[in-house]
Structure formats: structure tokens, C-alpha cells
């Protein structure tokens, strides 16, 4: 196989492809349902997996060796020019970052947030350079000791201000280099034993931080979307944002329905015991379907292996609730995914993309077939039809009483039920799948 210096912009080749460095199935400019691949899957590189992991375990050190060979400043200016010319390689229009994932973390907090505006000044030379988009910025608040406890929901005050200054700096980074979005994952905002834990007071203070960082940042000319990115567990053993009912239980109470939406994250989905269509269809019904997290997990494993996705059922029953949700307006496809420890090389880096990219394209040609096809859409209304006429629509239209219905269904001699032909249904979702 080719060297990483070796290969140059990956392009489309077709399912018959054997090049492993060409897209078989992403043709950015094919028009599908009326747009092109792009802009349907609006990929982003995730700059701490693909710029940063260097293939650490619970068990072992780094695999992989991103460093370099350069210190401070340096090393992250190379990075990321790294960064650069791999979304190009790639034909990757979009990119994520964590505040400490493209600046090298100072000794002190201020240090840090001096560190990152300098850095933000290159980003934005290079964004110009390439045309290239920020999705989202998001700061890292789980990493350091002092977020032991939690950031917003911390018990310390302290920690607490720390917290304000951190999401305030990654802000002024997302604004000034025009992102669409801010990402909020709790990644310490849970507990380890509710016997030490206020929980009240800990999402009383975590709605605070959130309402302070919108009420700064439309202040400061922000206009893209707010994201809650739900996980269940780890690193804490509860997350409060658990899942998307969850976070749009917490978004009600709190006020924050109209700038907050989700990020959902297909791994996070499934250590919740949902599946990743699940969280899609929770967060679509509740109007609040932002941005994807693009991995997949193993179901075998307890944790968040954030591997590539791969599982076609997966990408097009995702791409089918993404269709069904009008698209993405500000969010998009951010492949939160690294290399396996073992997939060590920079080859791999690119193998990885494209093999999450394709399994994209083809879910994304699939799930509209699937729309095209219409059979489990027309099963879907045929199911409620009884809700389209006599009393059906007047339950619909809220024009019944609990009485009415008592008076009218006790004189009801059989209720029937229609088949939910679950078997004929999965065989439809087969047979667009595999058919030529
Ligand atoms: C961790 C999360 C994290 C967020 C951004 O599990 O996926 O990487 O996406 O903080
Ligand atoms: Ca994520
Ligand atoms: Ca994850």
C-alpha cells in the first residue's frame, strides 16, 4: 500500500474501485433529492481523535506518534497544517475542536486562553487558505484535576468561574472563526454516589452556565445553534445528559428550547441502550435534531470505543431520520471517531475516512431509496389510518371528552388491531439494501 506522502486528493472511483485510497460510493457532487452528497452529509474532521489520539489504552501508551517531533506552539501550528491538508486529502469541508486540542495548555488558565487566541489567528489564515468551515468549537472541561467534580455542576465556586472562563474563551474561538455551532458535552457534569451529591443545585447552576454562555455569545454576534451532546455514562457514572429525552426534559424546564439543540452521537446512543435512530427520532419529534457525532460502538463492549462507522444499517436508517428531519441547517456530520490502536499509520488515518464516508454516502443513497421505494412510509400511515376519518380525526382534532369515548367504546364488540408486520417490514429495509 501507498506511503501517506504518496497519495493525493481521494477521489471517486465507484463501487467497483479496488484503489483503497478512492471513495466507492461518496460522489461530493452527485445530486441526490435535489442537493449534492455534500451538502447532504456535511462531513467534519474531529480534531482530538484524528489530530491529537495517538492510540493510548487503559492498558498502554501511544501507538501512533503525533507529535512532530516539536514542542509548544510549534508542534500545534503544525498540526495543523497537518489537519489542513488532510480534510483536502480528503475533500472534508468541515472540522470540530476542543479548546485544548489546537493549543498547547499553558501553566496557568490565563496562559491557556492567551494560547488559544494566538492559535485561533492561524486556524482562521488556514480556514481562509482552503476554504475549509468550522462546525463547532466545544472546550474541554473534563480533562484537568480541577474538573474532578464536575464543571458547571462543580461544588467548588471556584471551579465554577473557572468554568465561565473556559466556555467563554472557546466561544470568542468559535466566533471569531465563524462557526456554525458550540457544542456542550457534560463530560464530568454527573456524579459518582448520589451520598455526596446536591442534585438540584448542580442543574440549577449547570442551566446557569448554559444560559450565561447563549445570553454572551448572541451578544457577540453568534447566530449558529447551541448543541447538548447526550451520553449516559462514562467518565462519570450518571451523566445528567443521559439521553435526548433527558436533555430536552432539562432544555424545557431550564428555558433553552429555542437555542439549544442536540448533538447526537451514535456510540452515546447505544451505551444508553437506545438505538442511534432512536435518539434521531427523539430529537426530530421534539424539534430539536441538530448535529451527528459519526462512530459506532461495540455492542460487545460496555464503553465508548468511538470506532468508524461502518454498519450500513446504521448509516442509512440514520441518514433516513436526517431526510425525514428536513436536513442539516447548521450541523453536520462530525466523524467523532479514532483509529483503532492498532491502525497505526497515517494510511490509516485516510482508510479510516473513507470507509466512514462511504458507509455515509451509501446510507444517505440508501435511506432515500428507501423514501423512493415508499412502502414503509405507506405501511407507516395505512397503520394509523383510523386516525384520518370519523372518530380517529376528532381524537386528532382534540374534540373528544374521556366520557364520549367511554360512551362510545362501550358499545364496541371487537376491537381489531392491524398487523405491525414487523418481518415484512425488515425484509423491505433488506431488499432495498442489497437490491443491485
Ligand atoms: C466524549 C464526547 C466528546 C464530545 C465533545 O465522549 O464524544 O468528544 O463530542 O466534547
Ligand atoms: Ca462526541
Ligand atoms: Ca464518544
Known sequence: ???????????????GSTDPFSFRYYDAGRVIAGKPMKEHLKFAMSYWHTINAA???????????????LDGMARYEKKADFAFE??????????????VDVAPEGKTLA??????RRMTDY????????????????????GDKKFMAGAGTSCSADVFAASAAKVKAALDATIKLGGAGYVFWGGREGYDTLLNTDMGLELDNLALLLTMARDYARAHGFKGDFYIEPKPKEPTKHQYDFDVATCANFLRKYGLMDDFRMNIEANHATLAGHTFQHELRVAR???????IDANQGDLLLGWDTDQFPTNVYDTTLCMYEV??????????????????RQSNTLEDILLAYIAGMDAFALGLIKAQ??????????????????????????IRAGKVTLEGLSDYALTVKEFSVPSGRQEYLEEVLNTVLFRG
Open 285 to 291: 419529534v421534539n424539534g430539536i435534531f441538530g448535529s
Open 323 to 340: 431526510l425525514k428531519a428536513g436536513g442539516f441547517t447548521n450541523g453536520g456530520l462530525n466523524f467523532d471517531a479514532k483509529t483503532r
Open 86 to 99: 488532510l480534510m483536502q486529502k480528503l475533500g472534508v469541508e468541515y472540522y470540530c475542536f476542543h479548546d
Open 369 to 394: 431509496a428507501l423514501i423512493e421505494d415508499g412502502r414503509i412510509d405507506a405501511f407507516v400511515k395505512e397503520r394509523y389510518a383510523s386516525y384520518e376519518t370519523g372518530l380517529g380525526k376528532e
Open 123 to 142: 486556524l482562521l489564515k488556514k480556514q481562509k487558505e482552503t476554504g475549509i468551515k468550522l462546525l463547532w468549537g466545544t472546550a474541554n472541561m473534563f
Open 1 to 15: 500500500m501507498k506511503h501517506y506522502n504518496e497519495i493525493g486528493k481521494i477521489a471517486y472511483e465507484g463501487p
Open 111 to 116: 496562559e491557556s486562553v492567551e494560547n488559544l
Open 55 to 69: 492510540g493510548t489504552d487503559m492498558f498502554g501508551g501511544d501507538t501512533m506518534d503525533k507529535t512532530f517531533g
